[in-house]
């Protein structure tokens, strides 16, 4: 058995701000995490595609508050600038 991939970890290199932040980011990246496992079965961000952060950001949360959606783009930012590429989240 493999061992759960460390979101925490994963992201300790870019998140700044209060601890409330880091903790809120790391909860949704967390959300996040388990969407694109359950419907992809890609636990590790390092295999996630673009179309995997834009599904989320599209179909998991329509039916979210603007404020919502504003806070997991943020997010995904992070991820996106963790892994080193250039995608856009819109």
């Known amino acids: 058995m493999s061992k759960p991939f460390d979101m925490e970890l994963f992201l300790a290199g870019v998140l700044t701000g209060s601890h409330a932040t880091r903790q809120r980011h790391l909860r949704q990246a967390i959300a996040i995490q388990?969407?694109?496992l359950e419907r992809w079965?890609?636990?590790?961000?390092?295999a996630w595609q673009q179309k995997?952060?834009?599904?989320?950001?599209?179909e998991r949360l329509n039916d979210r508050s603007e404020t919502t959606r504003y806070y997991y783009r943020l997010t995904a930012e992070l991820i996106t600038k963790r892994i080193g590429k250039q995608w856009r989240h819109h």
């Open 41 to 46: 079965q890609r636990n590790n961000p390092w």
């Open 34 to 36: 388990a969407a694109i």
């Open 52 to 58: 995997h952060l834009v599904w989320f950001l599209k």
